[in-house]
Protein backbone atom coordinates (compact mmCIF):
# COMPACT_ATOMS: atom_id res chain seq x y z
CA UNK A 1 0.00 0.00 0.00
CA UNK A 2 1.36 3.55 -0.76
CA UNK A 3 1.87 6.34 1.52
CA UNK A 4 -1.03 7.93 -0.17
CA UNK A 5 -3.29 5.18 0.31
CA UNK A 6 -2.34 4.86 4.03
CA UNK A 7 -2.71 8.55 4.88
CA UNK A 8 -6.55 8.00 3.28
CA UNK A 9 -6.52 5.95 6.21
CA UNK A 10 -6.25 7.87 8.93
CA UNK A 11 -9.64 10.02 10.22
CA UNK A 12 -9.90 13.36 9.30
CA UNK A 13 -11.22 13.70 13.14
CA UNK A 14 -8.00 12.96 15.00
CA UNK A 15 -6.92 15.49 17.09
CA UNK A 16 -3.85 16.22 19.64
CA UNK A 17 -5.98 15.39 22.93
CA UNK A 18 -7.70 12.11 21.86
CA UNK A 19 -5.69 9.83 19.26
CA UNK A 20 -7.81 8.18 16.40
CA UNK A 21 -8.73 4.55 16.67
CA UNK A 22 -5.85 2.16 15.13
CA UNK A 23 -6.56 1.56 11.54
CA UNK A 24 -4.67 -1.96 9.95
CA UNK A 25 -4.41 -1.97 6.12
CA UNK A 26 -7.20 -3.18 4.41
CA UNK A 27 -9.33 -3.20 7.99
CA UNK A 28 -12.10 -0.70 9.22
CA UNK A 29 -11.58 1.12 12.19
CA UNK A 30 -11.89 -1.37 15.35
CA UNK A 31 -15.83 -1.15 16.40
CA UNK A 32 -15.86 -0.76 20.28
CA UNK A 33 -16.43 -3.93 22.95
CA UNK A 34 -19.73 -3.45 23.57
CA UNK A 35 -20.40 -7.05 24.75
CA UNK A 36 -17.60 -7.25 27.17
CA UNK A 37 -18.75 -3.80 28.35
CA UNK A 38 -21.89 -5.53 29.33
CA UNK A 39 -20.52 -8.37 30.93
CA UNK A 40 -18.82 -5.91 32.94
CA UNK A 41 -21.56 -4.19 33.66
CA UNK A 42 -23.50 -7.75 34.88
CA UNK A 43 -20.21 -8.82 36.59
CA UNK A 44 -20.46 -5.77 38.96
CA UNK A 45 -24.21 -6.11 39.16
CA UNK A 46 -23.62 -9.56 40.29
CA UNK A 47 -21.02 -8.25 43.24
CA UNK A 48 -23.39 -5.26 44.11
CA UNK A 49 -26.18 -7.59 44.59
CA UNK A 50 -24.21 -10.03 46.54
CA UNK A 51 -23.62 -7.14 48.90
CA UNK A 52 -26.81 -5.15 48.80
CA UNK A 53 -28.39 -3.70 51.82
CA UNK A 54 -31.76 -5.93 52.94
CA UNK A 55 -33.29 -2.45 54.15
CA UNK A 56 -33.06 1.55 55.26
CA UNK A 57 -29.44 2.69 56.51
CA UNK A 58 -27.83 5.39 58.08
CA UNK A 59 -27.39 9.05 56.98
CA UNK A 60 -30.23 10.64 54.30
CA UNK A 61 -31.04 6.91 53.14
CA UNK A 62 -34.60 6.94 54.83
CA UNK A 63 -34.88 10.30 53.34
CA UNK A 64 -34.55 9.25 49.69
CA UNK A 65 -36.44 6.13 50.02
CA UNK A 66 -39.54 8.15 51.88
CA UNK A 67 -39.41 10.94 49.32
CA UNK A 68 -39.26 8.30 46.44
CA UNK A 69 -42.21 6.85 47.84
CA UNK A 70 -44.35 9.62 47.60
CA UNK A 71 -43.31 11.72 45.00
CA UNK A 72 -41.27 14.31 47.58
CA UNK A 73 -39.12 16.92 48.00
CA UNK A 74 -35.81 15.55 49.82
CA UNK A 75 -33.48 18.02 51.04
CA UNK A 76 -31.65 20.98 48.67
CA UNK A 77 -30.84 21.08 45.80
CA UNK A 78 -33.96 18.52 46.05
CA UNK A 79 -33.22 16.15 43.79
CA UNK A 80 -35.94 16.13 41.02
CA UNK A 81 -35.04 13.50 38.15
CA UNK A 82 -33.59 10.99 40.89
CA UNK A 83 -37.31 11.03 42.71
CA UNK A 84 -38.67 10.51 39.56
CA UNK A 85 -37.03 7.41 38.43
CA UNK A 86 -36.74 6.05 41.76
CA UNK A 87 -40.37 6.37 42.05
CA UNK A 88 -41.03 4.53 38.80
CA UNK A 89 -38.28 1.84 39.45
CA UNK A 90 -40.12 1.25 43.14
CA UNK A 91 -43.26 0.05 41.40
CA UNK A 92 -41.24 -2.92 39.88
CA UNK A 93 -41.30 -5.92 41.78
CA UNK A 94 -37.87 -6.47 42.32
CA UNK A 95 -37.81 -6.90 45.54
CA UNK A 96 -39.75 -7.65 48.71
CA UNK A 97 -39.14 -4.12 50.20
CA UNK A 98 -39.33 -0.83 49.20
CA UNK A 99 -35.76 -0.11 50.34
CA UNK A 100 -33.96 -2.87 48.91
CA UNK A 101 -35.80 -1.73 45.05
CA UNK A 102 -34.35 1.63 45.65
CA UNK A 103 -30.93 0.13 46.42
CA UNK A 104 -30.88 -2.10 43.76
CA UNK A 105 -31.03 1.10 41.20
CA UNK A 106 -28.47 2.65 42.85
CA UNK A 107 -26.47 -0.85 42.08
CA UNK A 108 -27.71 -0.62 38.64
CA UNK A 109 -26.69 2.60 38.03
CA UNK A 110 -23.33 2.36 39.38
CA UNK A 111 -22.58 -1.15 37.33
CA UNK A 112 -23.62 0.31 34.15
CA UNK A 113 -21.55 3.19 34.87
CA UNK A 114 -18.41 0.79 35.40
CA UNK A 115 -19.31 -0.91 32.20
CA UNK A 116 -19.14 2.65 30.39
CA UNK A 117 -15.70 3.27 32.47
CA UNK A 118 -14.63 -0.12 30.65
CA UNK A 119 -15.25 1.33 27.54
CA UNK A 120 -13.49 4.67 27.74
CA UNK A 121 -10.32 2.93 29.03
CA UNK A 122 -10.28 0.96 26.19
CA UNK A 123 -11.34 3.62 24.16
CA UNK A 124 -8.25 6.34 25.34
CA UNK A 125 -5.56 3.12 25.46
CA UNK A 126 -5.41 2.74 21.51
CA UNK A 127 -2.56 5.47 21.08
CA UNK A 128 -0.17 3.20 23.12
CA UNK A 129 -1.69 -0.03 23.52
CA UNK A 130 -1.76 -1.46 20.15
CA UNK A 131 -2.49 -5.50 20.67
CA UNK A 132 -6.65 -5.81 21.19
CA UNK A 133 -6.62 -8.29 24.31
CA UNK A 134 -3.51 -6.83 26.12
CA UNK A 135 -5.74 -3.23 25.88
CA UNK A 136 -9.51 -4.91 26.66
CA UNK A 137 -7.82 -6.59 30.25
CA UNK A 138 -5.65 -3.20 31.36
CA UNK A 139 -9.42 -1.65 30.43
CA UNK A 140 -10.80 -4.46 32.75
CA UNK A 141 -8.60 -3.84 35.44
CA UNK A 142 -9.12 -0.27 35.73
CA UNK A 143 -13.19 -0.86 35.67
CA UNK A 144 -12.94 -3.45 38.45
CA UNK A 145 -10.32 -0.79 40.80
CA UNK A 146 -13.31 2.15 40.12
CA UNK A 147 -16.03 -0.32 40.49
CA UNK A 148 -14.64 -1.60 43.56
CA UNK A 149 -13.36 1.49 45.10
CA UNK A 150 -14.55 1.90 49.02
CA UNK A 151 -17.08 5.17 48.19
CA UNK A 152 -18.36 3.90 44.84
CA UNK A 153 -18.85 0.59 46.62
CA UNK A 154 -20.35 1.88 49.53
CA UNK A 155 -22.76 4.01 47.74
CA UNK A 156 -23.77 1.16 44.99
CA UNK A 157 -25.50 -0.95 47.83
CA UNK A 158 -27.33 1.59 49.83
CA UNK A 159 -28.98 4.31 48.16
CA UNK A 160 -27.38 6.79 50.79
CA UNK A 161 -27.22 9.79 48.45
CA UNK A 162 -28.06 10.19 44.38
CA UNK A 163 -24.38 10.02 43.73
CA UNK A 164 -24.67 6.71 41.92
CA UNK A 165 -26.89 8.28 39.39
CA UNK A 166 -24.46 11.40 38.58
CA UNK A 167 -21.79 9.21 38.60
CA UNK A 168 -23.39 7.15 35.52
CA UNK A 169 -24.26 10.64 33.86
CA UNK A 170 -20.57 11.31 33.61
CA UNK A 171 -19.69 8.15 32.49
CA UNK A 172 -22.02 8.22 29.86
CA UNK A 173 -20.94 11.82 28.72
CA UNK A 174 -17.06 10.83 28.54
CA UNK A 175 -17.92 8.35 26.33
CA UNK A 176 -20.44 9.90 24.06
CA UNK A 177 -17.74 12.84 23.52
CA UNK A 178 -15.08 10.12 22.53
CA UNK A 179 -17.51 8.21 20.30
CA UNK A 180 -18.58 11.84 18.64
CA UNK A 181 -14.71 12.31 17.79
CA UNK A 182 -14.26 9.24 16.29
CA UNK A 183 -17.16 9.54 13.75
CA UNK A 184 -16.92 11.74 10.43
CA UNK A 185 -18.95 14.99 10.06
CA UNK A 186 -22.57 14.66 9.40
CA UNK A 187 -25.74 14.56 11.05
CA UNK A 188 -25.11 11.20 13.07
CA UNK A 189 -21.67 12.78 14.12
CA UNK A 190 -24.06 15.63 15.09
CA UNK A 191 -26.58 13.56 17.31
CA UNK A 192 -23.71 12.27 19.44
CA UNK A 193 -23.46 16.68 20.61
CA UNK A 194 -27.17 17.05 20.97
CA UNK A 195 -27.52 13.89 23.62
CA UNK A 196 -24.36 15.49 25.25
CA UNK A 197 -26.29 18.33 26.11
CA UNK A 198 -29.40 16.50 27.21
CA UNK A 199 -27.87 14.68 29.75
CA UNK A 200 -25.96 17.24 30.87
CA UNK A 201 -29.22 19.10 31.34
CA UNK A 202 -30.98 15.93 33.21
CA UNK A 203 -27.73 15.98 35.46
CA UNK A 204 -28.38 19.04 36.39
CA UNK A 205 -31.82 18.34 38.14
CA UNK A 206 -30.25 15.50 40.02
CA UNK A 207 -26.68 16.88 41.32
CA UNK A 208 -24.40 19.45 40.09
CA UNK A 209 -21.88 16.60 40.38
CA UNK A 210 -22.90 15.44 37.07
CA UNK A 211 -22.00 18.60 35.17
CA UNK A 212 -18.27 18.72 36.31
CA UNK A 213 -17.56 16.90 32.89
CA UNK A 214 -18.34 19.71 30.68
CA UNK A 215 -15.01 20.97 30.62
CA UNK A 216 -14.00 18.01 29.14
CA UNK A 217 -16.27 18.37 26.32
CA UNK A 218 -15.31 22.27 26.03
CA UNK A 219 -11.55 21.07 25.28
CA UNK A 220 -12.67 18.47 23.31
CA UNK A 221 -14.74 20.30 20.88
CA UNK A 222 -12.42 22.93 20.62
CA UNK A 223 -11.46 23.84 17.14
CA UNK A 224 -7.85 25.09 17.85
CA UNK A 225 -7.00 21.54 18.97
CA UNK A 226 -7.71 19.66 15.95
CA UNK A 227 -4.84 18.89 14.23
CA UNK A 228 -6.39 18.71 10.96
CA UNK A 229 -8.02 21.56 9.97
CA UNK A 230 -11.08 21.41 6.97
CA UNK A 231 -10.13 23.94 4.27
CA UNK A 232 -13.42 26.20 3.46
CA UNK A 233 -13.98 29.13 5.48
CA UNK A 234 -17.97 27.37 6.14
CA UNK A 235 -16.36 24.43 7.54
CA UNK A 236 -14.05 26.16 9.81
CA UNK A 237 -17.40 28.90 10.67
CA UNK A 238 -19.56 25.44 11.62
CA UNK A 239 -16.80 24.06 14.07
CA UNK A 240 -16.73 27.45 15.99
CA UNK A 241 -20.44 27.57 15.70
CA UNK A 242 -20.80 24.10 17.65
CA UNK A 243 -18.11 25.05 20.54
CA UNK A 244 -19.51 28.78 20.95
CA UNK A 245 -23.37 26.88 21.07
CA UNK A 246 -22.57 23.99 23.54
CA UNK A 247 -20.15 26.59 25.63
CA UNK A 248 -23.26 29.11 25.85
CA UNK A 249 -26.10 25.98 26.91
CA UNK A 250 -23.35 24.50 29.33
CA UNK A 251 -23.07 27.96 31.04
CA UNK A 252 -26.92 28.48 31.09
CA UNK A 253 -26.87 24.78 33.19
CA UNK A 254 -24.39 26.14 35.13
CA UNK A 255 -26.23 29.16 35.87
CA UNK A 256 -29.32 27.41 36.95
CA UNK A 257 -27.25 25.14 39.14
CA UNK A 258 -25.64 28.09 41.54
CA UNK A 259 -28.30 30.43 41.15
CA UNK A 260 -26.04 33.26 40.06
CA UNK A 261 -26.78 35.21 36.60
CA UNK A 262 -23.50 35.33 36.13
CA UNK A 263 -22.43 32.40 33.98
CA UNK A 264 -26.31 33.24 32.24
CA UNK A 265 -24.79 36.59 30.85
CA UNK A 266 -21.83 34.96 29.44
CA UNK A 267 -24.57 32.58 27.60
CA UNK A 268 -26.36 35.24 26.42
CA UNK A 269 -23.09 37.06 25.13
CA UNK A 270 -21.57 33.86 23.33
CA UNK A 271 -25.07 33.18 21.70
CA UNK A 272 -26.33 36.95 20.51
CA UNK A 273 -25.92 37.42 17.01
CA UNK A 274 -22.98 39.21 15.72
CA UNK A 275 -24.11 42.38 14.86
CA UNK A 276 -24.85 42.45 18.71
CA UNK A 277 -22.08 40.16 20.34
CA UNK A 278 -19.86 42.31 22.43
CA UNK A 279 -17.54 39.25 22.66
CA UNK A 280 -13.87 39.00 20.88
CA UNK A 281 -14.68 35.56 18.78
CA UNK A 282 -13.37 35.04 15.29
CA UNK A 283 -15.41 36.57 12.68
CA UNK A 284 -16.92 39.20 14.61
CA UNK A 285 -13.85 41.82 14.13
CA UNK A 286 -14.19 42.80 18.26
CA UNK A 287 -11.28 43.09 19.68
CA UNK A 288 -10.41 41.94 23.34
CA UNK A 289 -9.83 45.37 24.81
CA UNK A 290 -13.11 46.70 23.16
CA UNK A 291 -15.32 44.10 24.37
CA UNK A 292 -13.57 45.23 27.70
CA UNK A 293 -14.58 48.79 28.06
CA UNK A 294 -17.92 48.39 26.47
CA UNK A 295 -18.73 45.69 29.26
CA UNK A 296 -17.10 48.39 32.07
CA UNK A 297 -19.08 51.28 30.52
CA UNK A 298 -22.31 49.06 30.45
CA UNK A 299 -22.20 48.35 34.31
CA UNK A 300 -20.69 52.01 35.64
CA UNK A 301 -23.68 53.22 33.41
CA UNK A 302 -26.26 50.79 34.99
CA UNK A 303 -25.18 51.25 38.47
CA UNK A 304 -23.40 54.51 38.99
CA UNK A 305 -26.82 55.46 40.77
CA UNK A 306 -26.44 52.63 43.04
CA UNK A 307 -22.78 53.23 43.76
CA UNK A 308 -22.76 57.10 43.88
CA UNK A 309 -20.69 58.61 47.05
CA UNK A 310 -23.01 59.78 49.51
CA UNK A 311 -26.36 58.00 48.38
CA UNK A 312 -27.93 55.92 50.76
CA UNK A 313 -30.24 53.04 49.24
CA UNK A 314 -32.55 53.85 52.86
CA UNK A 315 -33.79 56.10 54.73
CA UNK A 316 -34.54 56.25 58.45
CA UNK A 317 -38.40 56.78 58.57
CA UNK A 318 -39.40 60.53 58.40
CA UNK A 319 -35.99 61.50 56.28
CA UNK A 320 -34.96 61.71 53.15
CA UNK A 321 -31.53 60.49 51.70
CA UNK A 322 -28.54 62.56 51.70
CA UNK A 323 -26.57 62.46 48.39
CA UNK A 324 -27.76 62.48 45.06
CA UNK A 325 -31.81 63.16 44.55
CA UNK A 326 -34.10 59.90 44.51
CA UNK A 327 -35.60 60.76 41.20
CA UNK A 328 -31.83 60.74 39.14
CA UNK A 329 -31.73 57.31 38.75
CA UNK A 330 -35.13 57.12 37.22
CA UNK A 331 -34.69 59.72 35.09
CA UNK A 332 -31.05 58.53 33.95
CA UNK A 333 -33.11 55.17 32.73
CA UNK A 334 -35.95 56.88 31.09
CA UNK A 335 -33.71 59.39 28.90
CA UNK A 336 -31.26 56.39 27.89
CA UNK A 337 -34.05 53.80 26.72
CA UNK A 338 -35.30 56.77 24.34
CA UNK A 339 -34.26 56.49 20.95
Known amino acids: MSQAQQAVKIPVTERVVAASAVVGEGRAPEAPPYLMAGLVSLGALVLYVMTLAPTTQFWDTSEY ?31 AGYAMRINLLAA ?19 AWVPATWPRRLAALAGA ?13 VVNEKVYTLSLLSVALVLWLILRWDDQPPGEAHDHHLLLIVYLLALTATNHMMGVLVGP ?7 PSLKAQRPADD ?36 CSSPRSAMPCSAPG ?26 GTSRRST ?11 TCSRASSTASRP
Open 65 to 95: IAAAYVLGIPHPPGNPLFTILAHVWGLLPLA
Open 108 to 126: VTSAVAAGCWFLVGERLMR
Open 144 to 156: ICSATAFTVWNQS
Open 216 to 222: VVVVLLL
Open 234 to 269: ESRRVEWSQWFLFCSVYAMIVATGLENAAPLKAAVC
Open 284 to 309: TGISRSQCSSSRSQASRSTCSCQSAP
Open 317 to 327: KGSRPTGRPSG
